[in-house]
């Protein structure tokens, strides 16, 4: 029974060390003034009222104000050239052991491809249209 104590005790006193490693508690705010995050590089705008979750984005955009599309290269080295400090994506694994960089967990909203973008190979997601006409 007391080893047993002295194992649990070992991996509680463990698990706080850990947890207390990598909480942001013992740190103190950064000096400076807050970094800019640009969302997906530089994207169009959209209407935003009456969305949900489930609101398919791009059906809503508005004209152009630029010629960038999200999630490009060239959309988020223009970010980062108008001062963004960093850039938040998101990144889809492929079938073929690959990572794409694509907003939406599925294809049919952004492109005309179907299904799920895990679903696919990276060659079959490079020949899908990302501004969609």
Not at 11 to 34: H, K
Not at 40 to 62: F, H, K, N, P, V
């Amino acid at each position: 029974m007391r080893r047993r104590t002295i194992f649990f005790g070992v991996i509680v006193v463990a698990a706080a060390g850990i947890w207390l490693n990598n909480t942001s508690l013992l740190s103190s705010r950064p000096a400076g003034s807050p970094e800019v995050l640009a969302h997906r590089g530089l994207a169009q705008d959209y209407l935003r009222a009456g969305m949900t979750g489930q609101t398919c984005t791009a059906s809503r955009m508005l004209p152009p104000r630029h010629g960038y599309l999200e999630n490009t290269i060239p959309s988020m080295e223009a970010a980062f050239a108008l001062g963004a400090d960093a850039l938040e994506l998101d990144v889809h694994p492929t079938t073929d052991g690959k990572f794409a960089v694509f907003h939406d967990w599925t294809l049919d909203c952004r492109t005309e491809g179907k299904g799920e973008t895990r679903s696919h190979s990276m060659a079959e997601l490079k020949t899908l249209d990302v501004g969609y006409g």
